[in-house]
């Protein structure tokens, strides 16, 4: 997912496309209530912008596309992120060396009805957007009821979001679609074209097959719980063989899947056989070096690696390891608050530097600070946290704690008192107090 702060930066449309009245229609009743109407705005901006002929040094900032939607930097990329996940908007960085990064978006063509419904994805979250009545109305309507000329650019790399990137949704929903979800399916099978594509973690499910079918579990289980896996090896950073590999201990002899089991498993014995080991390795082979290279090399991890493998390997140069409970803390996380991947390695990070151990209360007040103060990236993180360090170390060094001093007698200003104050009979009795047997003799 890409996201800049600069207004001045270039961008382009490389295809054009052409909307139908009936995609027109798709867009803006099934599509607005996901990308919502500044997401249907600037597809519709970005439609009319395509110019084959448009020399790069010509091209416009993404400033332009702000007065033209009236909308912050921020409202507009969260428009680009909402396109990107439903699979309208493809977005791609240009790196060149004159001009440096551009943009370059290409627009997907707007689907039949037919292709949004037997997506589970996308019909799950419209559903949970409008309602299950608004949602089988619309699915029964629609059930009743162009060339591409693309422009070609060198270097580019996809930075498009992903649909979990952006979009979370009840695990059970993505486990096992809702019956409204099922039923729109199959009101809206005349499809001829295929699905949706959403840009999520690319899963050889194939071998996902082949490689279940040797403890007999059969490859509709895994088309069953597409969903579940693909947000599991997402969360946990796992390729196909280590998902067979963890889901194992889970199968006892039986021929489903078991996702609830899976995730369970997981976090209790996240790669615990290699723990110790990589730990001494680890251990051996550190190494020291400058500020900004561990800075650097930080935040590349946070954006590189899955929560789950950033918590474990954090542990383990620290000496420890992940517990099952951390685990269940990172999960709720992404599940629940819906923080992006990078900024739960962030808050991890800060939560160990704190206390050993991630738990849900330190977790939960961190992320709602940073919330309330619009921190979404673990730099703008690690900036806010190391700020508020330093502020603290400074009210520290300039507060000096009140010393209390006991008073005491200065016996050189007192002056001696010889006088005595005594009666005669005072004087005599004082006398025969000290020797009492003299009256006696």
Excluded at 95 to 111: E, S
Excluded at 240 to 257: A, K
Excluded at 332 to 358: E, F
Excluded at 395 to 420: A, C, G, H, L, M
Aim: charged share 25%; hydrophobic share 35%; net charge neutral.
């Amino acid at each position: 997912m890409y996201q800049n702060s600069n207004p001045k930066q270039r961008y382009l449309v490389m295809n054009e496309l052409t909307l139908e009245p009936k995609q027109e229609k798709v867009l803006i009743r099934l599509y607005q209530p996901l990308v919502g109407a500044l997401g249907v705005a600037l597809y519709q901006t970005l439609l009319e912008e395509f110019d084959a002929y448009q020399p790069l040094s010509k091209t416009p900032a993404l400033y332009n596309l702000q007065e033209l939607l009236d909308c912050s930097l921020r409202q507009l990329f969260t428009a680009i992120h909402k396109l990107e996940a439903t699979g309208l908007l493809t977005t791609y960085v240009s790196h060149n060396q004159v001009m440096g990064d551009l943009l370059a978006f290409k627009l997907n063509k707007v689907p039949d009805a037919g292709y949004f419904f037997n997506t589970d994805l996308l019909a799950s979250l419209l559903r949970e957007k409008i309602g299950s009545p608004r949602f089988s109305q619309l699915s029964r309507t629609f059930a009743r009821s162009a060339k591409r000329q693309e422009r070609q650019l060198e270097n580019l790399e996809d930075v498009s979001a992903s649909f979990f990137e952006v979009f979370r949704l009840p695990d059970e929903e993505v486990m096992d679609p809702s019956s409204e979800v099922k039923a729109a399916a199959r009101e809206n099978v005349q499809v001829k074209d295929e699905p949706v594509q959403l840009k999520v973690k690319q899963v050889d499910w194939q071998f996902l097959k082949d490689c279940f079918a040797r403890y007999q579990i059969p490859a509709s289980e895994v088309d069953r719980c597409q969903g579940e896996i693909q947000s599991i090896m997402e969360l946990y950073g796992l390729s196909e063989q280590e998902f067979v590999d963890e889901t194992l201990p889970t199968l006892h002899g039986s021929y489903q899947l078991n996702p609830a089991a899976i995730r369970k498993s997981l976090a209790y014995n996240f790669k615990a056989d290699h723990r110790r080991q990589e730990v001494l390795k680890q251990q051996e082979q550190g190494q020291q070096v400058a500020g900004d290279q561990r800075d650097q090399a930080l935040l590349t991890e946070m954006h590189e690696k899955a929560p789950a493998e950033f918590l474990s390997d954090l542990k383990k140069k620290k000496g420890g390891f992940s517990t099952a409970r951390e685990r269940f803390v990172i999960n709720n996380l992404q599940s629940s608050v819906g923080l992006a991947p990078s900024l739960i390695n962030a808050l991890v990070y800060t939560c160990l530097n704190y206390q050993s151990v991630v738990t849900q209360d330190l977790a939960g007040r961190i992320a709602n600070d940073w919330l309330q103060k619009k921190i979404t990236t673990p730099e703008a993180a690690l900036k806010y946290v190391r700020e508020r360090a330093l502020n603290n170390r400074q009210k520290k060094r300039s507060y000096t704690p009140q010393r209390t001093t006991e008073k005491v007698t200065d016996w050189s200003k007192k002056e001696f008192n010889d006088k005595i104050d005594l009666s005669d009979d005072e004087l005599r009795k004082m006398l025969n107090n000290i020797n009492p047997d003299k009256d006696k003799r």
